[in-house]
């Protein structure tokens, strides 16, 4: 019998434990079928007659709740048979979340061959960090494999190389921002009256503005007679040429999208929370003149009341975003990328091996901040498709209060759970997130996580069945409270802070290892 969802008893909630005659149960036959049909594992039910043919007592206890109805014989053996066939479509029961032991130092270096340098045994570490993330002393080194910055088969003579090579081309960007900085400021004032007038400045220059503080520049020409004095100096890189070139072929448009990023990481950046603080020693203790120096570096004025250590990071973050911005200008600055880079930054203390890991890992979530949404949209239509799948009656009820575009989760996805969980659990989950990500690509890694049977494959998709995972926790309270997409929404943020990302990674593993196989390719 159709009844509608927001006025009556949520489908999940268990019918109590009285007696009912059998026309009342026949008249809502599916009633009882539809109360456990939310799980993943089999029920168990016991069919005992009792009177002259015409009644059956039925006893099910599923998860430990005992339940017993009167019905009519042929109905109770209906219903009995179909309750041992219904699987994997209720919420798994709640169980103690198991975190795994993360790959330690030892393993990471036992992983080597002692002469070449070469990752010998890439497949058991995948599997590790797969299971519980990296150990924090040696993250540094290991982020860089799993970001795609080393290759797998790489010897050590050959990373050396790439690191100094990844290092010179970053210089070459710093050097570009300063002079794209500079450009940006004198151009607003007007000092210029030919576009090609920059054509030889210093890149050198320590005159380093910031774009939202005009007053900042010299009014006296000792800028502009500082240039001319350097103008034998000549940009030999290849990169700061390519760079520049594609500057100046920017339409003003574009000049004024590249100043508003600008000034809009800027006060990002300044405002980001302290939480790293503690999982980053060595910059924690950076001292005041250092982190004020390199503030002036990068234009940063209004961050001069922080922390020396918060101020530090900010400043880094405004570098290397602006380095991002200049090196992919199609993606460009969008709000949301700071909180991406802070764990980089916070981690990592050569600012040129936390932009290239950053670059490596904006490659696969850039089109989270594309203007056209497309890629935020596949994946709201994935995670409503895997809802479907494993939670017929929560996906009806969204589909009736009109929240089946899972536009609820978009800041989920956007910044891959940054605000759901804290530092910590976020960088466990993320190196896991990666593990799974070069696992499902090198196709090195066939077992993970164990169900019986059943197997969670590696999967570039792991993001989505988490969230999936979370937003199913708060089933109960969806179904019986929310009325609208913002009430879901409004649930959904309230998980920021009381997430256990072990027992996500368990109930999301379940669910790849249920239906993953079931979806569109």
Request: charged letters at 25%; hydrophobic letters at 40%; a negative charge.
């Amino acid at each position: 019998m159709a009844t509608n969802c927001l006025d009556s008893t949520p489908s999940n909630t268990l019918i109590p434990q009285e007696e009912v005659t059998p026309w009342q149960f026949v008249e809502h036959p599916l009633y009882l079928v539809d109360a456990w049909n939310i799980g993943h594992s089999f029920v168990e039910a016991n069919l005992s007659y009792q009177g002259e043919g015409t009644t059956s007592k039925l006893s099910v206890q599923v998860d430990g709740v005992a339940v017993t109805v009167f019905v009519g014989v042929p109905v109770g053996m209906a219903i009995g048979a179909t309750l041992l066939y219904i699987s994997r479509t209720r919420m798994p029961p709640k169980r103690p979340a198991k975190k795994g032991l993360p790959l330690s130092r030892k393993q990471w270096r036992d992983a080597f061959d002692p002469e070449t340098g070469r990752l010998i045994d890439g497949e058991k570490v995948l599997q590790k960090v797969r299971r519980g993330g990296v150990d924090a002393t040696i993250r540094a080194e290991v982020w860089p494999f799993l970001l795609n910055f080393f290759d797998f088969e790489s010897t050590l003579v050959q990373r050396e190389a790439e690191k100094l090579v990844r290092r010179e081309e970053y210089d070459d960007l710093v050097r570009c921002c300063k002079i794209v900085r500079e450009k940006v400021t004198l151009e607003s004032r007007g000092l210029f009256e030919k576009k090609d007038a920059f054509e030889n400045v210093n890149p050198d220059s320590q005159h380093v503005f910031d774009v939202s503080l005009p007053a900042l520049i010299p009014t006296d020409g000792s800028l502009l007679l500082e240039h001319r004095e350097c103008a034998d100096k000549s940009l030999n890189s290849p990169m700061e040429q390519d760079k520049l070139a594609k500057w100046e072929e920017m339409s003003v448009q574009a000049k004024k999208e590249f100043t508003m990023w600008q000034r809009i990481m800027r006060l990002d950046a300044i405002r980001m929370n302290a939480e790293w603080v503690a999982h980053s020693p060595s910059q924690a203790s950076v001292t005041k003149g250092a982190a004020t120096q390199l503030a002036l570096d990068v234009g940063l004025k209004e961050d001069l009341d922080l922390e020396p250590c918060l101020q530090h990071h900010a400043a880094r973050l405004v570098s290397i975003l602006e380095v991002y911005a200049l090196f992919d200008p199609e993606t460009g600055y969008c709000q949301g990328m700071g909180e991406l880079l802070s764990p980089f930054v916070a981690l990592l203390d050569e600012d040129y091996q936390a932009f290239w890991c950053f670059s490596s890992f904006m490659h696969v979530v850039r089109h989270n901040f594309r203007l056209d949404e497309v890629g935020i949209q596949r994946q709201l239509k994935m995670v409503s498709k895997i809802l479907k799948l494993c939670d017929p009656q929560l996906y009806k009820h969204l589909e009736l209060i009109e929240a089946v575009d899972c536009f609820f989760i978009y800041r989920m996805v956007v910044i891959l759970m940054r605000r759901e969980l804290s530092f910590e659990q976020t960088i466990f989950f993320w190196e896991i997130l990666w593990a799974d990500k070069t696992a499902a690509r090198l196709d090195k890694v066939k077992i993970s996580c164990r169900k019986g049977k059943r197997k969670a494959p590696p999967t570039e998709d792991l993001l989505l069945y988490v969230i999936t995972a979370a937003v199913r926790q708060k089933r109960r309270l969806i179904m019986e409270k929310c009325r609208c997409m913002d009430d879901v929404l409004k649930e959904c943020n309230s998980m920021s802070g009381n997430l256990d990302v072990w027992a996500l990674l368990d109930d999301a593993r379940d669910l790849v290892a249920s239906f993953h196989h079931k979806l569109p390719v």
